[in-house]
T-cell receptor, first 113, second 114 residues
Framework: DAKTTQPPSMDCAEGRAANLPCNHS???????VYWYRQIHSQGPQYIIH???NNETNEMASLIITEDRKSSTLILPHATLRDTAVYYC??????????????FGQGTTLQVKP | KAGVTQTPRYLIKTRGQQVTLSCSPI?????VSWYQQTPGQGLQFLFE???????NKGNFPGRFSGRQFSNSRSEMNVSTLELGDSALYLC?????????????FGPGTRLTVL
């Protein structure tokens, strides 16, 4: 079972920041938070990941609370092309771990003009 | 650099038949994972291969199998197809297995079982 909880859907106005929350209250100390998104009928696309520090890349920012029980993915200036299902995933770190990703139901983000 | 490619993109089969799907990872990637996506169950992990060895397997019946070749290309096979096997089958590749490696997904194969 997925170890994360996300709202099923959210709306965002084009050009505004989209803030997508994720609850992972049972996260362990060696588990990373990953975000992927899936645009309709395409394969999922990696966005960002982090352990406990906030992370930023060209696509988004990831804010992880100090207790690591929740996080927020921020798309700073949402465009219509950001309309997609966003998945928050926790993964165990360390050697010997496999590529297995456990997807939840994700959040459907609808960016509106 | 070319992305992950999957063939065929669309497939129609009838119940009881078998099907083989192919996945070519990004050049240099040695790990390939397979996922099944359905409207009811969402994205579910099938199995992962690394250096021609299955490293992990999801909770699917034995009708679902896979293999990986020495060039890292992978195939998955589903025997005795059932209506419920209709799904989008996705493969993902990464440089190597493990948590630190970003997975790149292909466009998927849409399988319809009639």
């Amino acid at each position: 079972d997925a170890k994360t909880t996300q709202p099923p859907s959210m709306d965002c106005a084009e050009g505004r920041a989209a803030n997508l929350p994720c609850n992972h209250s049972t996260i362990s100390g060696n588990e990373y938070v990953y975000w992927y998104r899936q645009i309709h009928s395409q394969g999922p696309q990696y966005i960002i990941h982090g352990l406990k520090n906030n992370e930023t890349n060209e696509m988004a920012s990831l804010i992880i609370t100090e207790d690591r029980k929740s996080s927020t993915l921020i798309l700073p200036h949402a465009t219509l092309r950001d309309t997609a299902v966003y998945y928050c995933i926790v993964r165990v770190s360390g050697s010997g771990n496999t590529g297995k990703l456990i997807f939840g139901q994700g959040t459907t983000l609808q960016v509106k003009p | 650099k070319a992305g992950v490619t999957q063939t065929p993109r669309y497939l129609i089969k009838t119940r009881g038949q078998q099907v083989t799907l192919s996945c070519s990872p990004i050049s240099g990637h040695r790990s390939v994972s397979w996922y099944q996506q359905t409207p009811g169950q969402g994205l579910q992990f099938l199995f992962e291969y690394f250096s021609e060895t299955q490293r992990n397997k999801g909770n699917f019946p034995g009708r679902f199998s896979g293999r990986q070749f020495s060039n890292s290309r992978s195939e998955m096979n589903v025997s005795t197809l059932e209506l419920g096997d209709s799904a989008l089958y996705l493969c993902a590749s990464s440089v190597k297995s493990g948590n630190y490696n970003e997975q790149f997904f292909g466009p998927g194969t849409r399988l319809t079982v009639l």
